[in-house]
């Protein structure tokens, strides 16, 4: 099994979400996180006041998958999270172990 962690614009939510239905994702769990990468932050003007956002608001979706269904995955978040513009974001693959469903007990695939 995979997990799949994918740091993405906030207004890339919906996209995203429609793109992983589509290929039969039935669950995720979506932070509001905050970060930045090359982007750097910015500086903003707010009532003449010039000030540095370091952090950019960004959200975080994570989602537990077969290996086989791991590169639909990653391929569906890539195509429906891509701008073209700096601060797209990220994805990360990473393998999971085993996975433990705490109301039945079940175990391994059949607990996703």
């Known amino acids: 099994m995979k997990k799949i962690e994918a740091i993405i614009k906030p ?7 429609d793109a992983l239905n589509e290929i039969g994702i039935q669950g995720m769990t979506v932070t509001e996180v905050k970060g930045f ?3 750097k932050g910015h500086t903003e ?3 003449g006041a010039e000030y540095v956002v370091d ?3 960004k959200i975080k979706i994570e989602v537990v998958t077969s ?3 791991a590169q639909k995955v990653v391929s569906a978040i890539e195509k429906s ?8 974001g990220k994805i ?3 393998t999971i172990e085993d996975v433990i469903r705490i109301r039945t007990g079940e175990r391994g695939e059949s607990a996703v």
């Open 11 to 17: 207004f890339k939510l919906d996209e995203v979400k």
């Open 55 to 57: 952090f950019i608001p």
């Open 81 to 88: 999270a891509k701008t073209g513009k700096i601060g797209d």
């Open 45 to 47: 003007l707010y009532r």
């Open 37 to 39: 990468g090359r982007q």
């Open 92 to 94: 990360f693959v990473y």
């Open 67 to 69: 290996d086989a269904l």
